[in-house]
C-alpha cells in the first residue's frame, strides 16, 4: 500500500553538509552556479555486474542500464553485463556492480568490501523504499562503481541516476569519477497518466515497444507509477492510428509495469448514465472485473466525480464500495482513491459528509482540474485520516487549471490550447505552491508535447530542492545528446520558449533570441544527435512556431493599419477609400524568411509524427481535433481581422446614400472610439483592458479561482469574426468580473455598450454597478456575438468612479467557466 511519507528526504555526500547541488555543479560544471567543474573518468566502456540470482525485475533493470548506454553512445556497445561475484577490473574498463544493498558484500573481493563498508559508514543512509547509494570504489588499476538499492526500485532508481550523469560526448561513455551519494525520495507516488485513446496527440500511434521505451525514460528520471486510463472512457472506442487494439495495448502497458516493478494505476471514470439502476450498476460491475483480473499489475484504482462523469457523490460511493470489492478479489494491496472533480456545490457538501463517515475502503482523495472548492479548501474539510494526492493539468495552456498568465491572443489563436509547452519556471512554482498538501502525484497529459514538465515534475517529486536548471541539464544531456556549451545553450533554449510567451507577441525580443540559440545548436550538431529525436524536433517546431507568427503579425497588422489609414482620409470617395484599403490588403506577401519558416514547420511536423507519433494535423497526421495539438493546421490562419474588415467595407458601400456610406467606415476606423469621450476595453487582450480588476497574481492563485482569466473562443479570424470578439475575459465559479473607473464626469451620463461573445456555451449573467444597482438583470446572450447596450444611473457615477460587475449563477459546478465578457464601452 501506498503510505504518505514524511519529507524526509534523504541525500548525503563524502562531505559534511555538501548538498545536491553544489556536488553536482562541481561533477557536472554546472554553468548555472559557474563552479568548476570535476572531470569526468576517460571514456571507455564498461560492465555491468550483477548477482547470479536476480528477479525478473533486477533482471529487467540491469538490461535497461546496458541498453540506455548503447543506445546513447555514438560508437555502441558501451556495457556489457555480467554475473557476479566481481574478481577483476581491466585497466581498460570500468565496472558498475547493481544489486541490492544486502547482496553487495557477497559480490565484492575482501579488499573491496571493505572499502564499501566504510564507505557506508560515512554516508547518512537509511532504510527508506526507492533509496540507493552509489559510491566510486578505485581497485587497482581501474575502478568500480557500486549502485545499491535499498530494494528494486531503489537499484532502478540508482541506474537512471547514473544514465543521467554519465556523458556521451564521444564514442564511448565517461562515469563521474568520484561518486559517494546516498539519495531517497520526498513523494512516494510520483506518476503520469497514459491514455490509449483516440483524443491524445501523441499514444494512439504507439506501439508496445515504444510504450517501453517512454516508460524507461520516465524511469530514469525518478517516476515510478504510471496510471492508465480505462479503455472506456469519454472518447472514441477506437482510433485509426492504433497499432492493435485499445484492450490488447492496455493490457501490454500493464505487464510493462510489472516487467521493471512500476505502479500500474488505473483511472477509471463511470460513464454509464444512470446508476441508480440497478441492472446498469450491475452490467458496470461487470464489465470492470472483466478488466482488473485481466491487468497483470493493478496498484490504485482513481475514480474521478467529474471530467468525466456525471454521477453524485451519494450514487458514486456505493458503487465505488461495490468495485472495491471485486477490485481486491483480484489485487488486494490495490488502494483507491476518489474525486470531487465537476461536482457543484451541493454535491460537494454531500461529498464532505460522505468522507466525514470514514469509508474504510477509500484511501484517499486526488484534486484534480474542474474542482470547484481549492486544494487548500479540501485538504481543511477532508478527514486526515485520507491523504490527498495531486491530479495536475501539465498538458494545456488556456481553458485549463493553469492557463499562461496574460497570453497574448495570437498564441491563444493559433499554437492552442495542447502546443509543445515546456514551463519550467510556471509549473515549479506550482510544484511548490501545493507540495505540502499531497503525498505524490498523477499528472495530467496528452501525449509529448508536455514532455519536459513531465520530467520536471518527477525530479521535483524525488527532491523538491532540485534547480530547475539541473533539471533540464539532465533533460539535455538524456534526451538532447548535449554536453558542455551545448548543454547550456540547450537549457536556455528550453527556457527561452516560456520566456516567448510573456508580453506581446510584437514586442517580445526571447521570440527570434529563442530561435537563434537553437539553429546555433543545430549547425554545430552531429547527425547522431538530431536525427530522429522527437524531443529535438519539439524544441525546433516550437521555436519557428513562435517566430513565424511575430514575423507574419508584424507584415499583416501593418497592412491593416495601413488599410484602415487608407479608409480614415478625406476627401476620396468612399468607394476610392474602399478600393485602396483593399489594394493594400491583397499586397502583402510573406518574405523569403517568413516562407522558409512555413515550409520548416510543415516539415517538422512531418518529422514530429514519423519520429515521435505527435499528431499536429488533422488531414496530415490524423489528430482527433485541431484543439488536441493539432496546430499546424493554424499556421496558415489570418492573424488580423481581413474577413471582418472586407465584409464590413462591402456593407458599407451597400448603403443608399454617400453621407450613409462615409459614416459607416468611420464606424470601422473609429470601433474603440465612436463617440468623443469613449472609454474602451477589449477583454481578453492583455495590453488593452486597463480598467479590468485582475485579482491575485499568478503567483498567488496559478488556477485563477479569485482572479480574472483572458480566453480566446475556439474559432478563427477567417470566420469573420474580430479579435475583440475572439478574444474575452472570464471568471470562474463565484468570482465576478470586474470593471472599474477613475475621473469620470459626475455631471454628464453614460451608457454602456458590451459584447458578449466567446464560447458557444455561456451562463446568465447579471450587470451590476457600485454592487447595489442592477444594470440588467441576468441573462444569456442571444447571438455570439452579441452587442447590447444599457443606461447607468446617474446616481452610480455621482462621486467620478464607477464599478461593474458581473455575476453569474451561485454554486456551479464542473469548469465553473462560461462567464465570457468581450469588449466594453463606457459611451458619455
Known sequence: MKIPWQNDHNVSFSSPGRSRVRFLARALGCFALGVAPLAFAAQRPFRVVVPAIQTNQEKAIATMLVEEA???????????????????????EDAVLLADRAQVLALLPHDLASAWQKALTSLSTNAHPEAF??????????????????????ELFGAGWLLRHMSFAGPSPQLLQHLHIFESPEKPVRGHQIGYRFKNNTYDAWT?????????????????????????????????????????????????????????DLYYPEMRKDYTDPATVQAELTDFETLVRAMPRLDALYVPGGDPGHTPPEVLFPLLAREVEVLHRYH??????????????VHYERFYTLLDA?????????????SRDSFFTQRKRIPTQYAMQFYPDIAHTMHSQFPVPEWDPIFALTEGREPICPRPAGFSDIYHHFQQLHSGFVTYSEGVNDDVNKILWSQLGWNSRTPVDTILGEYARVFLHR??????????????????????????????????????????????????????????????????????????????????????????????RVATARQILAAGTPNPTERSEHDRLFALGGQLFHDFGLQLSVRLYGASNWERGANLDRVDTPLTETAWLNAAMSAALAQPDEPDRLAALRNITHWSNPTPGAIYDDLG???????????????????????????????????????????????????????????????????????????????????????????????????????????????????????????????SGGSGRGRQVAEVWLLP
Not at 690 to 707: N, Q
Open 332 to 345: 488486494p494491496k490495490a488502494t483507491v482513491w476518489v474525486s470531487a472533480q465537476g461536482f457543484d456545490r
Open 483 to 576: 554536453e558542455g556549451s551545448q548543454q547550456e545553450l540547450a537549457v536556455r533554449a528550453i527556457r527561452g520558449l516560456e520566456e516567448d510567451w510573456r508580453g506581446p507577441i510584437l514586442t517580445n525580443r526571447q521570440i527570434p533570441a529563442t530561435l537563434q540559440t537553437l539553429e546555433t545548436l543545430e549547425r554545430n550538431s552531429t547527425p547522431a544527435q538530431v536525427d530522429a529525436n522527437g524531443p529535438w524536433e519539439s524544441l525546433l517546431y516550437r521555436a519557428f512556431y513562435d517566430d513565424y507568427l511575430q514575423r507574419k503579425l508584424g507584415r499583416e497588422r501593418s497592412a491593416e493599419t495601413a488599410a484602415l489609414a487608407a479608409l480614415d482620409q478625406s476627401g476620396p470617395s468612399s468607394a476610392d
Open 208 to 264: 508496445l515497444a515504444q510504450f517501453e521505451q517512454g516508460i524507461r525514460d520516465l524511469a530514469i528520471f525518478g517516476t515510478n507509477t504510471i496510471q492508465l486510463i480505462a479503455p472506456v472512457s469519454d472518447d472514441e472506442p477506437t482510433s485509426p492510428l492504433f497499432p492493435a487494439p485499445a484492450l490488447d495495448t492496455f493490457l501490454g502497458i500493464s505487464k510493462i509495469l510489472a516487467k521493471y516493478g512500476l505502479d500500474c
Open 133 to 154: 547509494s552509489i559510491v566510486t570504489l578505485p581497485w587497482h588499476s581501474g575502478r568500480v562503481t557500486v549502485i545499491a538499492g535499498n530494494d528494486t526500485r531503489g
Open 685 to 811: 487582450d492583455p495590453t488593452n483592458e486597463p480598467h479590468l480588476i485582475r485579482g491575485p497574481g499568478w503567483d498567488e492563485d496559478p488556477e485563477r479561482y479569485s482572479a480574472t482569466i483572458d480566453g480566446i473562443a475556439d474559432r478563427t479570424l477567417a470566420d469573420g469574426w474580430r479579435m475583440s470578439w475572439l478574444d474575452y475575459a472570464e471568471t470562474l465559479y463565484e468570482t465576478p468580473l470586474r470593471l472599474d473607473y477613475h475621473g469620470l464626469d459626475p455631471h454628464d451620463t453614460y451608457r454602456v455598450r458590451i459584447t458578449y461573445a466567446g464560447e458557444d456555451y455561456a451562463l446568465p449573467l447579471r450587470l451590476v454597478a457600485n454592487g447595489n444597482i442592477e444594470i440588467h438583470p441576468a441573462r444569456l446572450r442571444h447571438a455570439n456575438p452579441e452587442t447590447v447596450e444599457f443606461s447607468i444611473p446617474a446616481s452610480a457615477v455621482a462621486n467620478g468612479t464607477l464599478s461593474l460587475r458581473w455575476t453569474g449563477p451561485e454554486g
Open 70 to 92: 548503447d543506445r546513447r553512445t555514438t560508437g555502441g556497445n558501451a556495457a556489457t553485463l555480467d554475473t557476479g561475484p566481481l574478481l577483476s577490473v581491466a585497466a581498460d
Open 358 to 370: 470514514h469509508p474504510a475502503w477509500l484511501t484517499g482523495v486526488f484534486f484534480g482540474p474542474q
